[in-house]
């Protein structure tokens, strides 16, 4: 099993980035996805959440607006659209994927959004 974050890297404030999380190993497409992310000194915290099939979205308040969540079940892929960054989203992202009897996690992509 395995989940491969990568897209990470240096912003700007006000800029973009995209996460990849390529999955294999597993039935993609029969998991709950999901995006984390860990600051520095704090927590892991939910970031965004895509069901199964991709039609159900949810995300973090502190984000909501500015970041996407998407999935691509053929090529077991899911992806984080964010948009707008501000230097509090600087973190390292992990993407998860879930159900009612595994729960997998990747290494991470660190995200430093900085002038």
């Known amino acids: 099993v395995r989940l491969v974050e990568s897209g990470g890297g240096l912003v700007q404030p006000g800029g973009s980035l995209r996460l990849s999380c390529a999955a294999s190993g597993f039935t993609f497409s029969r998991f709950d996805m999901r995006w984390y992310r860990q600051a520095p000194g704090k927590e892991r915290e939910w970031v965004a959440a895509?069901?199964?099939?991709?039609?159900?979205?949810n995300y973090a308040d502190s984000v909501k607006g500015r970041f996407t969540i998407s999935r691509d079940n053929a090529k077991n892929t899911v992806y984080l659209q964010m948009n707008s960054l501000k230097s509090e989203d600087t973190a390292v992202y992990y993407c998860?994927?879930?159900?009612?009897?595994?729960?997998?996690w990747g290494q991470g992509t660190q995200v430093t959004v900085s002038s």
């Open positions: 895509i069901t199964i099939g991709g039609a159900s979205t």
């Open positions: 998860n994927a879930v159900n009612h009897w595994f729960d997998y």
